[in-house]
């Protein structure tokens, strides 16, 4: 196998504004695996909340060419990153993900399978994906929504954790105006103390909302775990479900866990999680960051095993260099085409 890189610049259509930053753009470095004519490919975005600039994702990547291309070939690769987290050294969870999203994307075209079935699903999984609102106005909140209902999408999730939570209560009845029939999620992303959370949940409970990603700030898994025991309406961990470990230590003492491949490390550790909490009372979201339909391919493959799916970073785009996941219809779904099923733009495969 032959390891290679790419970055491209992705930006978005708006800014996104939540309670900790405010978005316009990020790199995504495009990782590739040869082997032979067959080419399979991942994609790990920049964050700054993650702490992974670009820099740092090119350095990793070149850390382990070596002993990717001395691997016997996809097949072992794919199964020595499976068995052993820690095979390709100290490298990131997103790196790892999409390395072995490229392993999984060319170990199914060498198969003729897609990932779906590689996992076990011999169709083509899809599901509703809910579709972000972020930290706006009301008035043009209940004119996202409506467009955004018209347009097919039956799930919006709202950005929660202004300055003054009234801002967040009418932002939130703006969109239910706007989309009377929609089911609404509220991410707060830790934007609340547990004594606030208290009081705002059943506010928010009042307006139809469904349920709540991390109302407060992350760190302290107890005490969001003691939020959830009393709260009306479901609590999703996020910030404070990274890794298997996390999930694990959550299980069954929150209402669901925000499963996003980028930061537990890609598809392999997210089934271990799924399996993990199978019986517990805690659900599964799927979750992502911003970043192509190349980078939120894998989970689009797994959306069979989620309560929630909220996997909409590929919309948020100006331009999206890859296709085949659909989800402007409000629905994702996985290709049935070997592989991870995506097609890169005309444009992105004319620069390559």
């Known amino acids: 196998m032959k390891l290679g890189t790419r970055t491209i610049r992705l930006r978005l259509t708006e800014p996104l504004r939540i309670s900790r930053s405010v978005m316009v753009s990020r790199d995504a470095v495009i990782i590739t695996l040869r082997s032979g004519r067959l080419t399979g490919s991942g994609e790990v975005v920049s964050s700054d909340y993650l702490g992974l600039p670009t820099g740092a994702i090119l350095q990793q990547t070149d850390s382990i060419r070596t002993r990717i291309e001395t691997l016997p070939g996809p097949e072992q690769a794919l199964e020595r990153i499976r068995d052993d987290r820690t095979a390709l050294g100290d490298i990131s969870p997103s790196v790892l993900a999409a390395v072995e999203a490229a392993l999984f994307d060319l170990v199914g075209k060498r198969a003729g399978l897609p990932v779906h079935d590689l996992l076990g699903t011999p169709f083509a999984p899809f599901a509703a994906t809910a579709r972000t609102i972020g930290l706006t106005d009301p008035i043009k909140a209940a004119a996202d929504a409506a467009r955004l209902t018209a347009a097919g999408f039956t799930v919006l999730k709202v950005k929660a954790g202004a300055d003054d939570p009234a801002e967040d209560l009418s932002r939130v009845q703006a969109v239910r105006t706007g989309a009377p029939t929609a089911r609404l999620l509220l991410d707060a992303n830790g934007a609340w103390t547990p004594r606030a959370a208290r009081t705002l949940i059943p506010l928010f409970a009042d307006l139809g909302v469904e349920a709540i990603e991390q109302p407060i700030a992350p760190g302290t898994p107890d005490a969001l775990a003691d939020l959830a025991q009393t709260s009306p309406l479901p609590v999703i961990a996020d910030e404070d479900a990274v890794s298997y470990q996390d999930a694990v230590r959550l299980a069954g003492r929150v209402h669901g866990v925000n499963i ?93």
């Open 260 to 352: 996003k491949l980028a930061k537990c490390g890609g598809i392999s550790t997210a089934l271990r999680i799924c399996e993990a909490l199978r019986g517990s009372g805690t659900d599964i979201m799927l979750g992502c960051l911003t970043a192509s339909s190349l980078g939120i391919a894998p989970a689009v493959h797994l959306v069979n095993r989620a309560r929630w799916v909220d996997l909409d970073g590929h919309l948020l785009l100006a331009h999206d260099p890859w296709q085949g996941i659909g989800g402007a219809d409000g629905t994702v779904r996985a290709p049935d085409l070997a592989g991870l099923g995506v097609l890169p733009m005309p444009a992105l495969e004319a620069a390559t």
